[in-house]
């Protein structure tokens, strides 16, 4: 959702740091998106990018985090010749990619860890991507063309980043071997409020939505691969894919995506809940697959009403309802659970059927929404997206995604997930 979510950055070690964490990663921003013309390349390297590979390539790049403890899954991008290397946040609920730059206020990373801006690397309101960013006032830009392009995004917990328009090197080495350094476009971020400190180990967000200002967007405009983007998440990273060579032939399920216009989210329109293979009465629920958010919320009815099915699944059953410090809702046994093994005679599976889709579901085994914790309790990785600044949006996260290959599909307008293991590539 718009740029930072459902999403702990760290241990969390008590509720309130746990309530602060989750809506500092809710970023629906409130910033329109323009519609400007496909980006044009910039500072591109001496090997044109038809000459790579014409789409015949993609990029591989290795993941690291979890959901609990970690909190978030970042990849590590090289900036600038020489590279420097940047940790950034997953995030296929935000439009573009920002990092902290130097000079800037309330950043999180010490200086010498941030973005160093040089010379000639504004991106300017003349350009066509620059409508594509979240410009404050896009007014500005029409009274002066030759302007720094300026962006602006604002969280729902109220946490913003602002700065300006960049473009520098991003070095790659597509997995045909070729090396090729296009000149991305991203935020430089110099202002930053409201920011977590806790999330310091991360320079900024890697936002792969459906906005054309999408690193993934951005290289299929040059040729060098198409603006298909694959995830695979477990508990102790997995892999993110760009391009086609990561789709798997086999074992995949696919639903369209919606098309709207005013839709910039991933999303197949509206699901009904199932549980333990039965039909409940909650449907309806207008879901976004949102890997910046680690946790799945449901609006206030929605998850109310998943409490109770859970609550009343469990009468009878040797569970103590609790909250240990580190999620709102748990449960105790007779002794600390291990693995998932020690409560599957307790949970049943979830899963969102869709039925725009002739009624594909997405199932929900324990690990895609339950969490054991440090203390040895069950907790629900479910939330309730009115608490983070959402009312109407449903959020499926990370937690959700784990254990399976995720295809969003911009060029066929699909979305995809088959299960895996995420400790290698396969396509």
């Not at 500072?43 to 985090?65: A, E, Q, W």
């Not at 597509?174 to 476009?185: C, E, I, R, Y």
Request: glycine residues 10%; positive net charge.
């Amino acid at each position: 959702m718009a740029d930072q979510k459902l999403k702990g950055r760290r241990t969390m070690v008590n509720l309130l740091i746990f309530q602060v964490v989750l809506s500092a990663s809710l970023h629906v921003c409130f910033a329109e998106i323009g519609h400007g013309q496909p980006p044009t390349a910039r500072n591109i390297s001496t090997v044109h990018p038809t000459d790579v590979n014409t789409f015949g390539s993609s990029l591989y790049l290795p993941v690291s985090g979890n959901v609990y403890p970690t909190g978030s899954y970042s990849v590590i991008v090289g900036i600038g010749n020489p590279p420097k290397p940047f940790q950034l946040d997953i995030d296929t609920g935000s439009d573009f990619a920002w990092v902290q730059c130097d000079l800037c206020q309330g950043c999180t990373l010490p200086p010498d860890r941030r973005y160093k801006l040089g010379k000639n690397k504004y991106v300017l309101c003349k350009d066509p991507i620059c409508a594509e960013f979240h410009t404050p006032d896009p007014s500005q830009c029409s009274k002066n063309p030759k302007q720094k392009c300026s962006f602006k995004v604002e969280y729902a917990d109220h946490a913003s980043a602002s700065g300006v328009v960049v473009s520098d090197g991003f070095p790659l080495r597509l997995v045909n071997g070729s090396v090729f350094q296009p000149g991305l476009a991203f935020g430089c971020a110099y202002t930053l409020k409201n920011f977590n400190p806790s999330s310091a180990g991360n320079a900024g967000i890697l936002g792969l939505g459906r906005s054309k200002a999408s690193i993934s967007a951005q290289l299929r405009s040059m040729g060098v691969s198409q603006n298909i983007i694959g995830h695979c998440f477990n508990d102790k990273g997995g892999f993110l894919s760009f391009g086609a060579d990561f789709v798997p032939k086999l074992r995949m399920t696919w639903a369209p995506m919606l098309r709207s216009s005013s839709d910039k989210y991933y999303s197949l329109g509206p699901a009904d809940l199932f549980f333990r293979d039965k039909p409940t009465d909650i449907k309806g629920l207008n879901l976004i697959f949102d890997s910046g958010s680690t946790y799945t919320c449901l609006n206030s009815g929605a998850y109310g009403s998943i409490l109770d099915l859970i609550r009343k699944d469990l009468i009878g059953k040797p569970l103590h309802e609790m909250n240990d410090g580190a999620f709102p809702i748990c449960w105790k046994g007779k002794e600390p659970f291990k693995s998932m093994r020690d409560v599957q005679n307790y949970f049943g599976i979830l899963a969102f059927n869709f039925f725009r889709s002739s009624n594909i579901r997405l199932q929900l085994p324990l690990e895609a929404y339950l969490i054991i914790t440090e203390q040895g309790n069950v907790c629900l990785g479910i939330l309730n997206c009115a608490n983070y600044g959402l009312r109407t949006l449903n959020v499926v996260g990370a937690i959700s995604m784990q254990g399976k290959m995720m295809i969003f599909d911009n060029e066929n307008q699909r979305i995809g997930w088959g299960s895996a293991d995420c400790t290698r590539k396969f396509g």
